[in-house]
């Protein structure tokens, strides 16, 4: 199955929004780490996942969050 890395980018008045919309409906993402920079000033966070397309992607976010969500199909590279 693809990877894909997701982007989602808030302002900083959203903040507890993008937060506290991933107790409403069934997230795949629910009570994961993913990574953050709001504390320092960016307001965004990115989640690795598993997905057969984008779209499938997107859907394991609450709606707040994937209508902010850039998403990137990746793939692990060893760096020599």
């Given amino acids: 199955m693809p990877d894909y890395l ?3 980018r808030h302002e900083p ?3 507890g929004i993008a937060f506290a919309a991933f107790r409403g409906p069934d ?3 629910r009570q ?3 990574l953050a920079s709001c504390r320092w ?3 965004a966070i ?3 996942v598993e997905a057969g ?3 499938e992607a997107l859907a394991q976010l609450p709606y707040f969050v994937a209508q902010r969500t850039t998403v990137t199909r990746v793939c692990d590279v060893p760096i020599p």
């Fill in 13 to 15: 008045h959203e903040c």
């Fill in 6 to 8: 997701l982007h989602h």
């Fill in 53 to 55: 397309s984008e779209a």
């Fill in 27 to 29: 997230s795949a993402l």
């Fill in 32 to 34: 994961r780490t993913v």
């Fill in 41 to 43: 000033g960016e307001h």
């Fill in 46 to 48: 990115w989640c690795a």
